[in-house]
């Protein structure tokens, strides 16, 4: 890239729309316009569609005139427009193109003409796709938008003392990836998703991974239930160090029955020899005991003060002491 004056530019590629006059009374040398990125075109390259300036002279009200591999501007006023769109003819339709596929808008001539570039290359290689680029097509795939749908439906499903969370991961993530085609999510996105989480929040590595596992199930979730992408990339395996359990002696753990309230001494005197959780036992029902096997049955769980039913494959089987 290099840059022209407006006169240099126009001198070149319109001289017939240079007047003296223009110059001699600084119409077209003032400081913000006096040069522009002049695009040099890759061998080769072909321009997708063309460029177009959105808007008019909001002085005069007139078209801006767009002055060869330099942009738009009215000569009149040295108003430029702040926004563009490529104008893309697509099997007998006419898609209008304002931004890239991240969302960034196309508000200088050069990044439309990068864009258009792109668009090109992938119109040789039958890789386009209007849905990547139209705003009201693109805001479908954005991660942001999956990931707010994922944390609706996943919350409903989700045990209520982890559904906060739940949903500080997805926020974490939606702020990571913002814009980004969800159909275009790699490893390497992943990967520095894992690292963003060790850099701001100085995560151990059991956080990290539970971070990690949430956008997995995620990306299972386009897949399996929305059926927008077709496989899901690759995820890092993450070693985490298994925290030493820490046993409690009899003699301690009768010290320590001691001090619990009368009122509270049954269900923490059931809790002891049978390790099942103080949520299970809480939500243990009559029918759940079977007197004559001298067992019971775990079928529900109570998450913070709301019960809950186990899921299928997922109740067990104790025997009483």
Not at 68 to 82: A, D, M, S, Y
Not at 184 to 207: G, H, Q
Not at 223 to 240: G, K, Q
């Amino acid at each position: 890239m290099y840059y022209l004056t407006v006169e240099e530019s126009l001198r070149k590629y319109r001289p017939e729309r240079v007047r003296h006059s223009d110059v001699a009374h600084g119409r077209i040398d003032r400081p913000e316009y006096s040069s522009y990125p002049c695009v040099e075109k890759r061998q080769g390259a072909k321009m997708a569609g063309h460029i177009r300036a959105k808007g008019k002279c909001p002085v005069c009200g007139k078209p801006f005139i767009e002055i060869q591999k330099l942009g738009f501007i009215c000569l009149e006023h040295q108003t430029v427009p702040k926004r563009l769109y490529i104008d893309l003819p697509w099997h007998g339709q006419r898609i209008r193109v304002f931004s890239d596929k991240s969302g960034q808008v196309l508000d200088s001539y050069d990044r439309a003409d990068k864009l258009s570039d792109r668009i090109g290359e992938e119109l040789e290689n039958h890789a386009f796709d209007p849905s990547h680029y139209v705003t009201a097509e693109a805001s479908k795939f954005w991660s942001k938008n999956l990931l707010q749908r994922f944390l609706e439906d996943k919350s409903k499903v989700v045990a209520p003392s982890y559904r906060s969370h739940y949903k500080r991961i997805v926020t974490i993530a939606q702020d990571f990836f913002k814009t980004q085609d969800v159909r275009e999510i790699r490893k390497l996105d992943v990967i520095n998703f894992a690292d963003y989480c060790r850099e701001s929040f100085t995560w151990k590595e059991k956080s990290v991974k539970n971070a990690v596992d949430i956008l997995k199930t995620f990306m299972n979730w386009l897949r399996e239930d929305l059926e927008v992408i077709t496989t899901v990339p690759p995820f890092p395996t993450i070693e985490t160090e298994e925290a030493p359990v820490k046993w409690i002696h009899s003699k301690d753990q009768s010290k320590l029955f001691n001090t619990v309230r009368d009122e509270d001494k049954p269900i923490v005197g059931f809790l002891m020899p049978h390790g099942c959780r103080p949520g299970e036992a809480r939500a243990l029902k009559c029918k759940d005991v079977d007197l004559e096997s001298q067992s019971m049955t775990i079928n529900a769980t109570f998450s913070a003060e709301v019960y809950r039913e186990k899921r299928k494959g997922s109740w067990n089987h104790l025997f009483v002491r």
